[in-house]
């Protein structure tokens, strides 16, 4: 098990296949990009699977999520999700993406297995997606999401940040797009893990903002705690349900307690949060040819030492050197 010492148990590992994106979010990255990690410096599709197979056959991990950077622009994506879906016992497989290719691949996807995707929609205003991520994919996004429903990726989840001044109007609007064609929205507050270090308080939309402007619009009822578990998100049902929206209060309504996260960088060192300043490398120790025991003692200590919470709000708080789209969000 990867037991930490305050007794939480990480049993759902995020693993970045790269740290490149075709997108610009401004709360994540500059408009030039970033220096993205050499080649070499990569976990190979090899690597990536044997450490999976470790997670999942010695340490008890029961759901794996490929995110990025962008995880389509992996080329062996589908191949990955195949293995790991052939892995027993059987982890639920997912992704993160931000659906651009999405239409293309996401009946190879399903048919490989892929239970789940969470894709990224900020906004339903072309000039506005440009404004936040600097390239003009709006559409292209749009035709993933349909592309995950017709393949069967569901309840096609949607992941939104909203920023102010740009598209904190759209709350209203991104919760009916997504009741009308059945999608799940989920709401996230912006973090400090901008490549920029832009990110401030002040700036942020809360949680308690986010749900202020839906409650003027939809009648919201918290939906059963019990489901929730270790979810970061809190679920409403909308105007009694059976649609459901999600806001993840990551900042002002941690729920660091109930973390079950652990996650493997694209250059395979394992993080035991988001938020950490310390990882531990997998990939060297794999490629001067530890054992799968050895690799699992590793990677065990390194979950050992996750801190009780993130800290957002310490004054000793530091932003993590790596931003998200490196770490894996
Ligand atoms: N490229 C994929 C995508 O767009 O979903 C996967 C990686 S992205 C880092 C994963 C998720 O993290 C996205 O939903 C994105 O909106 C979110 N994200 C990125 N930076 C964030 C930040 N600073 N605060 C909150 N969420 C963030």
Not at 234 to 246: C, I, M, N, S, T
Request: charged content about 25%; proline content about 5%.
């Amino acid at each position: 098990m990867l037991l930490d010492s305050f007794g939480r148990v990480a049993t759902d590992l995020r693993v970045s296949l790269t740290d490149r994106c075709n997108l610009r979010c401004t709360y994540c990255m500059p408009p030039e990009g970033l220096d993205w990690l050499p080649k070499p410096e990569l976990l190979t599709a090899e690597e990536i699977m044997r450490l999976v197979a470790i997670g999942v056959e010695r340490l008890g991990i029961t759901e794996v999520r490929y995110t990025g950077g962008e995880p389509l622009l992996r080329r062996e994506l589908t191949e990955i999700v195949a293995r790991t879906t052939g892995l027993r016992p059987r982890p639920q497989v997912s992704l993160t993406t931000n659906g651009i290719g999405l239409a293309r691949l996401a009946g190879a996807l399903a048919g490989a297995g892929l239970d789940r995707v969470n894709v990224s929609l900020d906004t339903l205003d072309k000039d506005v997606f440009v404004r936040l991520a600097h390239r003009d994919r709006l559409r292209d996004v749009l035709a993933g999401l349909s592309g995950a429903a017709e393949a069967g990726l569901l309840p096609v989840k949607v992941n939104t940040v909203l920023m102010r001044g740009i598209n904190d109007h759209e709350a209203v609007a991104l919760l009916e797009f997504c009741l009308e064609r059945g999608y799940e929205l989920r709401f996230i507050e912006q973090m400090p893990l901008d490549a920029q270090h832009g990110w401030t308080r002040e700036g942020m939309v809360t949680a308690d903002e986010i749900l202020a402007v839906l409650c003027a619009r939809f009648d919201l009822t918290p939906a059963d705690p019990v489901e929730r578990g270790s979810a970061p998100a809190e679920l409403f049902l909308v105007d009694g349900g059976p649609a459901r929206v999600g806001v993840i209060g990551s900042v002002t309504r941690p729920f660091c307690g109930a973390c079950d996260r652990v996650r493997i960088t694209a250059d395979g060192q394992v993080r035991n949060c988001l938020f950490a300043t310390e990882e531990s490398d997998l990939r060297g120790a794999m490629r001067a040819g530890a054992s799968d025991a050895e690799l699992a003692e590793r990677w065990k200590a390194a979950v050992r030492g996750k801190r009780a919470g993130h800290g957002i709000d310490d004054p000793s708080f530091l932003q993590p050197a790596r931003p998200m789209s490196a770490i894996g969000g």
